[in-house]
């Protein structure tokens, strides 16, 4: 841009060019949504039986043995767009048995859907990725498949998928999983969001690097001021990526008057990793009761929590009495509601759980709910005489 400025036209068609300078930077990655989420587990057969029956996801795909896979067992499971992989080592030298010794069953991959594996993978890593695997392209009968990945918080990583040639279930290797059992769908419908815990003082950190080597931009953030002192634990930003499909909020503890629920995570998990995953539904009185019916434990909601309910969030559509009864939790910002329920954590260590969540015009993550929360038990726990 050396030429000399000599008109309107000029001054437009340089701005034009910054603009577009600026949007190609933020355009290096990207991504079509959430491709599958893995979770590498202890006995993914039994694993699997609790997704189905509990979740209602259904059977999808599988590799393993009989595919000629020699260390380890997948299986997959779908519900609307939402892809669950659970992975287990066969095999006492699995780098796998590691993972599972130090953190338990967890989120191993969230893989991202992309149009070019490759140059999402030499665009991140050219911007400080630590490399997980280079660029795969595996092939069958229904066509190929490209990977590569990526590192990101604790042991978690990224892995980009190039789909675009490939008609198969799921990937090259695996095959259709017939089931005798298909429990019927809890509606389900995709990923909302999936959130990080990170370590003391590293949030910054990773959502500069969301920031850096992936493109995302910060939404939100809240700290300690924003919720209770008093009880607060958390501090959290989200970071989104530019056509918002992809959201991860990032956590870290704070110091508060009991210890952090994060940092709980953090010494169960041994260091960061995956807290929860958020999934939509366009019901969430019909999902949640669903799965509570099929065995799903969620956090228990004090019925104190709905007496001021009214004067925090205003009208909103639904039956306070019904939401009451299946304790469901109701937050507002300038754009609307949501409503939202966080099951208990789904493994023995108290690490990972799942959010449900319905968005009736809201964008936000329900900030106001921990407050309200917090409040709430401090209410219950003043009538027992204990606080
Ligand atoms: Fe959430």
Redesign the pocket.
Same mark, same amino acid.
């Given at each position: 841009m050396s030429a000399e400025i000599k008109n309107l036209k000029d001054l437009q068609n340089v701005e034009y060019s910054l603009e577009k300078l600026f949007s190609d930077a933020e355009d290096f990655l990207p991504l079509l949504g959430t491709d599958y989420v893995e979770l590498y587990v202890g006995n993914a057969k039994q694993s699997a039986l609790y997704y189905k029956t509990a979740f209602g996801f259904q059977s999808e795909a599988y590799a393993g043995l009989e595919t000629g896979l020699k260390d380890r067992v997948s299986y997959v499971l779908k519900q609307d767009k939402i892809r669950l992989v659970l992975t287990t080592p066969l095999t006492s030298d699995s780098p796998i048995n590691e993972h599972l010794q130090k953190h338990g069953d967890g989120v191993k991959v969230i893989a991202l859907w992309v149009e070019n594996a490759t140059k999402a993978f030499e665009e991140t890593t050219k911007r400080g990725a630590r490399p997980f695997m280079e660029p795969t392209c595996e092939e069958d009968e229904n066509g190929q498949v490209i990977r590569s990945g990526i590192y990101t918080y604790g042991e978690t990583v990224h892995i980009f998928v190039e789909r675009k040639n490939y008609q198969g279930i799921f990937l090259p290797g695996y095959r259709k999983w017939e089931s005798h059992y298909n429990p019927e769908p809890t509606g389900l419908k995709f990923i909302? =969001?999936m959130?990080g815990n990170v370590d003391w003082n590293e949030m910054n950190t990773w959502c500069e690097f969301y920031k850096k080597v992936m493109g995302f931009a910060q939404i939100i953030s809240f700290d300690d001021n924003d919720i209770s002192t008093e009880y607060t634990a958390l501090m959290s930003k989200v970071m989104s990526n530019g056509n918002g499909r992809i959201k991860f909020?990032i956590n870290e503890p704070a110091e508060g008057k009991k210890k952090s629920q994060i940092e709980e995570y953090i010494d169960f998990y041994n260091g960061a990793g995956v807290q =929860?995953i958020?999934v939509a539904t366009n019901d969430i009185v019909a999902t949640v009761s669903a799965m509570r019916d099929r065995g799903v434990e969620f956090l228990y909601v004090p019925e104190t929590y709905y007496d001021d309910l009214l004067e925090r969030v205003g009208d909103i559509e639904e039956d306070i009495e019904v939401l009451k009864q299946h304790g469901i939790l109701i937050d507002r910002d300038e754009e609307g509601y949501l409503l939202?329920l &966080?099951t208990k954590p789904v493994v023995d260590r108290p690490t990972m759980f799942f959010?449900i969540?319905q968005r009736k015009g809201a964008q936000s &993550?329900?900030k106001g709910n921990f407050k309200a929360l917090f409040e709430s038990i401090e209410r219950e726990q003043e009538s027992r005489g204990t606080l």
């Open positions: 909302d =969001h959130v909020p =929860h958020a939202q &966080f959010e969540i &993550f329900g």
